[in-house]
């Protein structure tokens, strides 16, 4: 990093603090909490810690394992505190509630979940982007993860419509309209602006919308992904990513394990943030992604199809010969 950018960070005051996530994965946890503990300016980051009430006594033993790693961290961090819910409150309230209180201390912030891995320069990545589009209100979400890695634009970004929630960053004044109503965001939304959401038919986001009104499910992210698209919003995303998720293993609410078997994910050490001032989306990033989100879409439609036509139990036999 050349000299002048760390003196800009020396002097810099004002590192969005990160709000870290965590259950009852005390190993996933650990890992996650190591990367942003190795992460460059680390020290001039307050880290809030949040943690849901546990549901069982494996939980309260998991969760005493994850107090025993905050405090080997503690000396890592510009400050760390803790947010501990007596009761739980389920992985959807816990963080929307657990951002909106960081929010009312705060300007900005950066999320990340327990289930995820940071690369060295995630913080600095996510600082700068906050910093430079601040002003610029057109733009909502900062995306630390792309489920692609592109090498080659290791210092190049792109926005979009797309919103994804695994290591991001956002604004108080963009969260404040962050709408959880089922029936409002339906009641919102035209046969047009679905297709659009669905990024031009590729997938099939608009589903879990669905789930949630019906009481199937009780996700977070889709709302402020619709959030941001009903306010015309656009996020940032980088080209070669800057976080790789480890949790699809079935250790994760929301989350089962993958059918089939994935290369890790290299992620970005070397890249270094270049702003773009025209907040339109990248019509030619758009259909290369579309390209990638296309397959797991596919995946999800088959695995439907296996379950409604075979029944669960054929399903979890072909997931277990498929994940050996």
Known sequence: MPLKDLNYYSNKKDFAPVLLIGF????????TLKAL???????????????????????????????????????????VLIIKNKINKGLAENITESISYVLKQHKKIIV?????????????????????YEDKKKVWHINGHNVVSRKNKK?????????????????????????????LVISSFSDDMIYKFNLDGTANFWDQVIQNANGDKKTWGI??????????????????????????DGSGINCEKKIFKTKLQEINNSGKFNG??????????????????????????????????FGIPVYEILKKFLTR
């Open 24 to 31: 009852n994965r005390p190993n996933h946890f650990y890992l």
């Open 37 to 79: 503990c190795n992460n460059r300016f680390s020290d001039k980051t307050v880290l809030y810690i949040s943690i849901d009430g546990p549901i069982s006594e494996k939980d309260k033993k998991s969760q005493k394992s994850i107090f025993q790693y905050i405090k080997l961290a503690e000396s890592y961090f510009a400050n």
């Open 112 to 132: 990340v979940e327990d289930d995820l891995i940071t690369s060295k320069l995630f913080l600095n990545f996510m600082n700068d982007a906050l910093d430079f």
């Open 155 to 183: 210092d190049e970004i792109f926005l979009w419509r797309f919103m994804n929630c695994w290591g991001w960053g956002t604004w108080r004044d963009r969260w404040l309209n962050l709408e959880m109503n089922p029936d």
């Open 223 to 248: 709302f402020w992904y619709a959030t941001i698209f009903l306010n015309n919003g656009i996020c940032v995303s980088p080209w070669f990513s800057y976080v790789k998720n480890i949790g699809f």
């Open 276 to 309: 773009l001032l025209n907040l339109v989306e990248d019509k030619n990033a758009f259909k290369f992604m579309q390209k990638k989100y296309r397959k797991p879409f596919l995946k999800v439609v088959i695995i439907k199809i296996i379950k409604k036509f």
